[in-house]
């Protein structure tokens, strides 16, 4: 052992390692060796004050514009419903549902349009969205990942990351069904498992808890603005996919998830892996 340490060991100015707090299970020292202050210092640092840091563990993804994108679906849905009761919707009012969930959708909607309509009302308005809405999903397949959102999983699942959904969505697990997606997945967030919807955080601390994870273990991948809020809002590290003036508060950002790589996670939270 004493020839390991390349001479960084003496007697002289050394410090019995079996009487300081800095010893590591990682090292099992059988003698009575010392170690020079130098080395102890670099030993202590890379040892013991690295494994004291928070380091990344656990993975949450939004589904919609993060790992497939059935915007498209929605904003058809929604314009087929608004359309049939005379309501006016178009793409700029779309994009204001992004990361929210249905009831608070049909309120966005009926807010622009200045109408007032009781709570059951508004429930069989969003039944009705969503059966068509889901009628669109059997034409989901595996090839309607976005560009890098599967490979990214992959990396992690080899890694042995804990990854979880955290969707507002009701009806993630078809979505995921389709893409063939479930395995990527140790816990399924949706809109079934909160009542609240984003910005309320309460589906990122649902998925960290189901993961075994404290928020500042995990990183949150997200496509909208609310999203982004929820996250920091929760205490998660935050990475956004899209515009900058959309999630540009988010950590760290990507155009699209063909550029968020585990390498590039990695060099920007360097420290925490």
């Not at 052992?1 to 079996?18: A, C, I, P, Q, S």
């Not at 990344?56 to 058809?76: M, P, S």
């Not at 189901?210 to 920091?232: H, R, T, Y």
Request: charged share 25%; net charge negative; hydrophobic share 40%.
């Amino acid at each position: 052992m004493r020839y390991l340490f390349n001479g960084l060991l003496t007697k002289k100015e050394g410090v019995n390692w079996k009487n300081t707090p800095f010893r590591h299970s990682a090292v099992n020292f059988s003698e009575n060796i010392t170690l020079s202050p130098f080395f102890l210092n670099i030993f202590r640092y890379f040892f013991v004050l690295k494994t004291d840091l928070t380091m990344i563990k656990g993975f949450i993804f939004d589904l919609d514009g993060v790992i497939t994108d059935t915007a498209e679906q929605h904003y058809v849905a929604w314009k087929k419903l608004s359309d049939e009761n005379g309501w006016s919707f178009d793409r700029e009012l779309n994009d204001k549902l992004r990361g929210i969930s249905r009831l608070d959708s049909i309120q966005v909607i009926l807010e622009h349009n200045n109408i007032t309509l009781d709570e059951d009302t508004i429930g069989k308005l969003a039944n009705q969205k969503n059966e068509k809405y889901v009628e669109s999903l059997d034409d989901v397949t595996p090839e309607d990942f976005l560009p890098g959102a599967k490979e990214l999983l992959t990396h992690l699942r080899t890694e042995g990351f804990h990854v979880a959904l955290g969707s507002a969505s009701k009806n993630a697990s078809k979505v995921l069904q389709q893409l063939n997606a479930l395995g990527y997945f140790d816990v399924i967030g949706d809109g079934n498992s909160v009542t609240e919807s984003k910005p309320n955080p309460a589906i990122f601390l649902h998925g960290a808890e189901k993961l075994g994870l404290q928020p500042d273990e995990c990183i949150v991948f997200e496509d909208a603005e609310s999203g982004v809020d929820a996250a920091k809002t929760g205490g998660f590290h935050s990475i956004g996919i899209g515009p900058k003036e959309r999630v540009g508060h988010a950590d760290l950002r990507f155009d699209s998830m063909a550029d968020a790589t585990l390498f590039e996670i990695k060099s920007y939270f360097k420290d925490l892996f």
